[in-house]
């Protein structure tokens, strides 16, 4: 079982940056991806970012080169680093660890922006 805290989240206005943490405790051996999703309210989850086991990255389309994903191995954490917020960006931001056979969920960290 694998255990995943976010934390970073919070009201910023347009334009803005904040930067996400997740902290996952557990077995590690077996991770194959380490995600970022999101979900809007009325709105599906949707993938926000990936980073792989051999660092290969993914961004959702929307991403458009203001969001940076990163991976702390020796402290088991993955960042994601978000400039240029726009209202759009608004929704509940998930960390998932993907590995053989399961996907791990965090509680959700809110990430607003407004003026």
């Known amino acids: 079982q694998m255990q995943l805290v976010e934390s970073g989240g919070g009201l910023v206005q347009p334009g803005g940056s904040l930067r996400l943490s997740c902290a996952a405790s557990?077995?590690?051996?077996?991770?194959?991806?380490m995600r970022w999703y999101r979900q809007a309210p009325g709105k599906q989850r949707e993938l926000v970012a990936g980073i792989s086991g051999s660092a290969s990255k993914i961004y959702g389309d929307f991403v458009r080169g203001r969001f940076t994903i990163s991976r702390d191995s020796a402290k088991n954490t993955v960042l994601l680093q978000m400039d240029s917020l726009e209202p759009e960006d608004t929704a509940v931001y998930y960390c998932s660890v993907i590995e053989i056979g399961a996907q791990y969920w965090g509680q959700g960290t809110q990430v607003s922006v407004s003026s």
């Open positions: 557990g077995n590690m051996l077996n991770i194959l991806s």
